[in-house]
C-alpha cells in the first residue's frame, strides 16, 4: 500500500472495485459537512463505515458496499436529490478528501479505465 493516504483509498477501491456507504434499502444516507454542503459519505472498508455513521443509526441500515458501475449510476439520483459532493474516508467526522459530484465520477471513471483516478482534485 502506498504511503500516500490518498493513494491507498483509491487502490483499496481498485483492488475492492467500489466503495462503502451507509444506507438501507433505499440508498446511501447523506450527511452534512462542517461547511453545510449535503454529501454523500464513502469508505474504502464497511468496518471503518459502520464504526463513523453506526451509532444512532436507524433500523435498517448499514453498510453497502457499491461497485463502480453502480456509483457512478448513483450520482445522478445523487444530484437529483441535492447531493453536491462525497466525502472520502471519514475519520472522526472529518473526510480525507472531499469531491464534487462531477470530480468523482471522474475519478471513478479514472480507476475504471486506467485502474487508478491520477490526481481528481
Known amino acids: 500500500m502506498p504511503d500516500d493516504p490518498i493513494a491507498a483509498m ?18 446511501i444516507v447523506p450527511w452534512t459537512d462542517d461547511s453545510g454542503r449535503i454529501v454523500v459519505p464513502l469508505w474504502t472498508d464497511g468496518r471503518r463505515a459502520e464504526a463513523e455513521a453506526g451509532a444512532g443509526a436507524d433500523p435498517g441500515e448499514a453498510p453497502v458496499l457499491l461497485d463502480l458501475e453502480d456509483l457512478l449510476a ?14 472520502l474516508q471519514s ?4 473526510f480525507l478528501l472531499t469531491l464534487s459530484l462531477p470530480e ?18
Open 10 to 27: 483509491w487502490a483499496a477501491a481498485r483492488a475492492q472495485g467500489g466503495l462503502w456507504g451507509w444506507g438501507d434499502a433505499d440508498g
Open 91 to 94: 475519520d472522526g467526522g472529518r
Open 74 to 87: 448513483e450520482i445522478p439520483l445523487w444530484l437529483a436529490a441535492g447531493v453536491s459532493a462525497a466525502g
Open 104 to 121: 468523482l465520477t471522474e475519478a471513478l471513471l479514472r480507476l475504471q479505465v486506467n485502474g487508478g483516478p491520477g490526481d481528481p482534485a
